[in-house]
């Protein structure tokens, strides 16, 4: 009676484990050390496309992706020899109806009552997830090259830049010497004080062409106010010739954590930008203004000019090549500067637009303590 029961506990646990062995999602296999299957689940067939006959009847090898014939070898050894109680592998193999599969490889190594040694290998099909994966690195490649790109062009701007600020400096120097009442020029003192900032900004844009993530530890206190007056005064003959009005209405006191640099360009780009897209229904109103929202200063850029259509723009805004007016001068990369000034900031930008009445850029910048 005994001994019946005992077989028939066997015989249940046999069939708990070959039912297991059939059902789980993943392909399992027995594969002698020669490397012949022995045993397959269902889910190897779906992986590979194979029935069990073929695959038994088949060299695994030969549905091998060339390139992947030896990723076993190295571990395989270690295996065999005792290094190693299993190890891990992606291999790629040719599905039956020709297309290239990604497949997750687990093995090992498992000893029977003869004393046999066999493999067990688990199959995971990751195609999908590899292919995702090529594409991110596909996508990273693209930016890191259009990066290359950009980082060129500003070096070659930026050094031609200089180049003219210099000779435009000198200029005013020469004619200081020639004619020594033009001091007293009021049109003339202008004229320098523009060069000392033209030269400035070219000092600044040296700087800014290197965009890359800054060490908060780096960021200085930064009073918003002074560098919003000086913006507004850099594009005074811009603003004069659009008949625009600027409002500054940011807080004398307030002050952020930033870079000098960083901090020119994005007030100026979006100064600019907002003269540069006014509407020719009526005269530009730029409004900036400042608030505290926990530990960011929000600076608020607004204008009453074309707007920006957000259901076809929105998700391309801030990327690189994308304009969305048809002005000569737009070539897409302010924007995308921009954004990347105010992130290595440690910061973010936000949008609320529409079309036909204006625009507000909501920049959030680190709070100086």
């Known amino acids: 009676m005994k001994v019946t029961n005992h077989l028939r506990n066997f015989s249940n646990a046999y069939d708990v484990l070959e039912r297991t062995f059939n059902n789980t999602y993943n392909g399992i296999a027995i594969v002698n050390l020669d490397g012949n299957w022995l045993k397959v689940n269902e889910s190897v067939c779906d992986i590979f496309g194979y029935t069990r006959w073929e695959l038994f009847n088949m060299d695994i090898n030969n549905i091998v992706y060339a390139e992947d014939l030896g990723v076993h070898e190295k571990k395989y050894e270690d295996l065999i020899s005792g290094n190693i109680d299993k190890y891990r592998v992606k291999q790629r193999y040719f599905h039956r109806n020709g297309s290239i599969i990604w497949v997750l490889i687990y093995v090992s190594l498992v000893y029977f009552k003869e004393g046999r040694a066999h493999m067990i290998w688990q199959f995971t099909d990751i195609t999908n997830r590899q292919r995702n994966q090529d594409k991110l690195k596909l996508m990273l490649s693209v930016a890191e090259e259009q990066n290359d790109r950009l980082k060129s062009f500003a070096n070659i701007v930026t050094h031609n830049l200089r180049s003219h600020s210099g000779n435009l400096s000198l200029l005013t120097d020469f004619i200081e010497e020639d004619f020594s009442t033009i001091k007293s020029n009021d049109n003339f003192q202008l004229l320098k004080k523009a060069v000392s900032n033209l030269q400035e900004t070219v000092d600044h844009l040296t700087q800014v062409a290197k965009i890359r993530e800054i060490d908060s530890a780096i960021l200085e206190p930064l009073n918003l106010f002074d560098y919003v007056e000086k913006a507004t005064y850099n594009i005074i003959a811009l603003a004069q010739n659009a008949e625009a009005t600027i409002y500054n209405e940011v807080d004398e006191d307030i002050c952020v954590m930033g870079k ?85 900031l440690g910061g973010k930008v936000e949008i609320t637009s529409e079309v036909g009445v204006g625009t507000e850029f909501s920049v959030f910048l680190k709070k100086a303590s």
Do not use: C, W
């Not at 076809?312 to 990347?340: C, P, R, S, V, W």
């Open 260 to 344: 000098p640099a960083y901090l020119d360009s994005i007030v100026l780009n979006f100064l600019t930008n907002a003269i540069k897209y006014k509407s020719e229904d009526r005269k530009p109103i730029i409004e900036i203004s400042s608030h505290i929202e926990n530990d960011f200063v929000v600076l608020k850029i607004s204008d009453n000019g074309l707007g920006i259509d957000l259901n076809k723009f929105g998700d391309t805004l801030f990327q690189m090549y994308k304009t969305f007016h048809q002005n000569e001068d737009a070539i897409g990369i302010g924007l995308f500067i921009t954004k990347n000034h105010i992130e290595s």
